[in-house]
């Protein structure tokens, strides 16, 4: 378990671990509450199914089944990606996705990955600004790539160097 605290007088109310497949109809749920097309909880099984893909639960404190957020990554040699990060809406903005990507990198530091790639959709100003935070930079974008209530959006492509190429 990743014990979080952002600062001496920070205290946050979730901790983040590990992912479990137990976790699947928690990320199914998280999933619908924030993205228009979610994925099912038999594509998360499958995913989590994958040797190359691993992941993290936020959890509020003190309830071991409930979860705050999530984000699933792949990690094939020494190239990473997000596959997809999701907070629910009443956890937003109280440093739950940070404390998710921070869970994410350290463990890609720990496997010796040298990058680490995702994408987010160019409306989402809050999770781009985060993204910058983390030291990300956009390398690309993807026209139309986003399907939403208003239409299309593009997708950005963000990189982030975890090691000297």
């Known amino acids: 378990m990743i014990g979080l605290s952002f600062g ?11 992912l479990d497949p137990a976790d699947c ?8 509450q924030t993205f ?9 099984h499958a995913l989590l199914g994958q040797d190359t893909v691993f992941g993290f639960i936020a959890r509020l404190e003190g309830r071991p089944r ?4 999530f984000v699933l990554a792949r990690l094939v040699v020494d190239e990473a990606e997000i ?34 790639f995702l994408e987010v959709d160019q409306a989402n100003s809050a999770a781009q600004a985060l993204y ?14 986003y399907e939403t209530r208003e239409g299309r959006s593009a997708a950005l492509i963000l990189r982030r160097d975890l090691a000297p190429r």
């Open 83 to 116: 596959l997809t990060i999701a907070v629910s809406p009443a956890m937003q903005r109280k440093g739950v996705g940070h404390a998710l990507m921070d869970a994410v990198l350290r463990h890609l530091h720990g496997e010796r990955a040298r990058t680490l």
């Open 66 to 69: 409930s979860a705050a957020g």
């Open 8 to 18: 001496p007088f920070a205290r946050r109310n979730f901790v983040v671990e590990p």
């Open 25 to 32: 109809p928690h990320l199914q749920q998280i999933h619908a």
């Open 36 to 44: 228009q097309h979610p994925w099912s909880e038999e594509a998360f």
């Open 132 to 145: 910058r935070r983390l030291g990300f930079i956009k390398v690309g974008d993807r026209p139309a790539y």
